[in-house]
Structure formats: C-alpha cells, structure tokens
C-alpha cells in the first residue's frame, strides 16, 4: 500500500520560512518523480515544484521561483520543500504527489500524478 505523508505545514509570518517534508512508503521512491501542489480555498489545486526520480532535476511555477526549493533523500525515501520569504498568497494546503515516469519531461498537471498525500496546511500572515 502507497503512503505520501505530508508534515512542516503550520502559521507563519510573511517573510518567514517553512520546510515541508513528504515521507513515502510502499513504493519504490527512487524510481518514481515527486511533486509539490497547493490549492487555496475555492481555487483549482496547483503545480508548485517537481524532482526527476534521474539526476534531480527541477522544475518550479513561476511564482515560487527562486523563494521555494524542492529535493530528495532517496535513503529515507522523503522529499521536501524549503519554503522561503513567503507571502500571504501562499496560503493553501500543499500536496505531495509521486508519478512514475521514463520521459524526460516535467509533469505539472495533477492527473499526471499517481499517488497523493493527504496535504498539510501552510498559512502565511501579513
């Protein structure tokens, strides 16, 4: 059975920092792309981050570019996201997502996705 297990949301101040991990189990982590996602109240769930299962590579929205950063521990089978200077329009619950892919393509659309977490809230304060 597939597990994504979401921790490190809370309430923060705008400026501030949070890191959230993302701890998996019944997969076979390394071989399989992970992805960050947010969805605010009465918006569709959107793309934030993702990590090729090959090199690491990354790919970030726009609008997290340079503040968030995404990366893998194979070893512990977790990823994370290094969330920096938030801002209110952060605010959202975030979603860990995992895909198995061999193309060497992006995936940024969430039914691209197989497995997800059950989120965790971020709320950033003005």
């Known amino acids: 059975q597939v597990q994504l297990v979401e921790s490190g949301g809370g309430l923060v101040q705008a400026g501030g920092f949070l890191r959230l991990s993302c701890a998996t189990s019944?997969?076979?982590?390394?071989?399989?792309?992970m992805g960050w996602f947010r969805q605010a109240p009465g918006k569709e769930r959107e793309f934030v981050a993702t990590?090729?299962?090959?090199?690491?590579?990354?790919f970030y929205a726009d609008s997290v570019k340079g503040r968030f950063t995404i990366s893998r521990d194979d070893a512990k089978n977790t990823v994370y996201l290094q969330m920096n200077s938030l801002r209110p329009e952060d605010t959202a619950v975030y979603y860990c997502?995992?895909?198995?892919?061999?193309?060497?393509?992006?995936?940024?659309?969430?039914?691209?996705?197989?497995?997800w977490g059950q989120g965790t809230q971020v709320t950033v304060s003005s």
């Open positions: 019944g997969l076979t982590f390394s071989s399989f792309d």
């Open positions: 997502a995992a895909t198995r892919t061999i193309t060497s393509y992006y995936y940024t659309v969430p039914n691209q996705y197989n497995y």
């Open positions: 990590i090729k299962w090959s090199r690491g590579s990354t």
